[in-house]
């Protein structure tokens, strides 16, 4: 399967800063990258798709100028959380998917606390 | 309704038991299935994927999906301390590409 890394692995923000999180695939170029949200004890929480040179697609309840996805190029994805707020403290999940790939890798991710 | 339903547990074995996860899911658009586990704080690991019906087996770990049923299950032999995380089942209309909808997640404890 795909390796696929994030950085940072945890991050410790004050109310009202913003925080970038880096999504790596490592051994293959990911024409399709997901960013997920899970809260403790539940399960993974779909917050967008964006695929490599167009913008993001994201779900309904997400608000795109508060979580910027950017998918610049086949290996690399980034989530800005802009002014943070306790409330966006979770842990976030990329993964990745392409072409000669069956399913999505999921990366490591972010612990974020947001104080 | 949820799109997919899996009962959270926690479930608590001993060393060397079967284990049975299940999941049961609504749309019949759904052909291809996934289990990840994971844990703690650690993002999801591919353990089996399935495209359609039938059963898969590897190593210790088997998966099974019942299209008819709208059913799926992963048997887990001889389980072991290592075993202990939470087992996500996923599942997709189109595959690789496109959205998954994941259960809630099964929190599965080994004892030694």
């Known amino acids: 399967g795909a390796v696929v890394s994030q950085h940072p692995s945890w991050v410790i923000c004050k109310s009202g800063t913003s925080v970038k999180i880096e999504c790596r695939s490592l051994d293959f170029q990911a024409t399709t990258m997901f960013w997920y949200r899970q809260f403790p004890k539940q399960s993974l929480m779909l917050m967008a798709t964006s695929n490599e040179g167009s913008k993001a697609t994201y779900e309904q309840g997400v608000e795109k100028d508060k979580f910027l996805i950017n998918h610049a190029s086949l290996t690399l994805s980034t989530l800005t959380v802009t002014s943070a707020h306790p409330e966006d403290s979770s842990f976030y999940i990329c993964s990745v998917a392409g072409s000669g790939t069956d399913t999505q890798y999921f990366g490591p991710g972010t612990r974020l606390t947001v104080l | 309704q949820k799109e997919v339903e899996q009962d959270p547990g926690p479930l608590s074995v001993p060393e060397g038991a079967i284990v049975s996860l299940n999941c049961t899911y609504s749309n019949s658009a759904f052909q291809y299935f996934m289990w990840y586990r994971q844990y703690s704080r650690k993002g999801p690991e591919l353990l089996m994927y399935?495209?359609?019906?039938g059963n898969k087996e590897d190593g210790r770990f088997t998966a099974q999906v019942d299209k008819s049923s709208k059913y799926i299950s992963l048997f887990i032999r001889d389980s072991q301390p290592s075993d202990s995380a939470t087992y996500l089942c996923a599942m997709s209309a189109l595959g690789t590409g496109n959205q998954f909808y994941f259960g809630t997640g099964t929190s599965l404890t080994v004892i030694p």
């Open positions: 399935t495209y359609s019906s």
